[in-house]
């Protein structure tokens, strides 16, 4: 796509639709439902809306600058509110940095495809919680953009990788989240080993030097005993911080945030 292409669509996309690009162009993969909770929300009803992203998303499409998974969610839903829906190529050459290589698109296996669409959920739920509250989301960097390399005390270089990082703020503090979204696909073993890179990584003390304080680690799992599992073998192992870290499900995190939102001192946070 040329230089005169890109100047030429970009005439015809409203703020709207460059922010659902960039959305995608993070999240890799969201549904329908995704994109009507963060960018229609302004309608007077729900139907009104799933009429009105579809036609958005549908109009994105016949410009290729978006495109959907023969793949559809939702059950009986029918039609385009049914779809996943990923950058074409014309939306990723429009999002790229100047300096970042092309993103080619493969068929995701199904475990990726759960896991990125869980994270996306995690995502939509973080701006929805923030929209029109005190405290709101200022900050937020999926996977690789939120991904760190650092040296060990051993003198070995190592990669923290969290799904997430995430700073919400309000008049008088930001909280600061790294968020690990969890699908009960990994052994026990496997958790606790990023568990231990965390830690590894607040020894160097860098990430205090980028945010002010290290991050919270909150784990956000699919059930109560993966909750009680995960939380008992990180109390019990003596080379973690227990209180670095927080175990959740996805229907706490509303809460988890909040109640935060509300305790005088809390790890993670700078006034």
């Known amino acids: 796509m040329s230089g005169n292409q890109i100047a030429a669509l970009l005439k ?22 995704h994109l009507q909770r963060v960018f229609f929300t302004d309608h007077a009803t729900p139907s009104a809306a799933t ?9 994105l499409l016949t410009l290729r600058l978006i495109t ?3 793949r559809k969610i939702g059950g009986s839903t029918r039609g385009s509110a049914a779809y996943i829906w990923h950058l074409d190529s014309a939306g990723e050459r429009l999002t790229r940095g100047q300096n970042t290589p092309r993103r080619r698109y493969t068929e995701p296996a199904l475990a990726y495809l759960d896991h990125t669409l869980q994270v996306t959920e995690t995502v939509v739920a973080l701006h929805e919680l923030t929209r029109g509250g005190d405290a709101h989301l200022s900050s937020i960097a999926v996977e690789t953009a939120a991904w760190r390399s650092f040296l060990t005390r051993h003198g070995t270089t190592a ?8 700073k919400v703020s309000t008049e008088t503090y ?10 009960g696909t990994e052994h026990l073993p496997v958790l606790l080993a990023k568990c231990r890179t965390y830690a590894a990584y607040k020894a160097t003390g860098r990430a205090k030097a980028e ?42 995190l509303e809460s988890t945030i909040r109640d935060d939102a509300d305790t005088a001192a809390v790890e993670g946070r700078n006034p």
Not at 12 to 33: E, G, I, N, P
Not at 51 to 59: E, H, P
Not at 159 to 166: A, E, G, Q, T
């Open 12 to 33: 015809r996309l409203s703020s709207r639709d460059l922010a659902v690009l960039r959305f995608l162009s993070a999240q890799r993969y969201a549904s329908t439902a």
């Open 51 to 59: 009429r009105a992203t579809v036609r958005v998303l549908d109009r």
């Open 68 to 70: 959907r998974m023969e």
């Open 159 to 166: 990669i923290l990788k969290p799904d997430l990082y995430v």
């Open 174 to 183: 930001d909280d600061h989240w790294y968020i690990e979204v969890d699908r």
């Open 211 to 252: 945010h002010g304080v290290f991050p919270r680690v909150l784990w956000v799992v699919p059930t109560q005993r993966r909750v009680q599992r995960l939380t008992t073998a990180i109390h019990t192992n003596k080379d973690l911080p227990d209180r670095l870290f927080t175990v959740i499900t996805p229907d706490q």
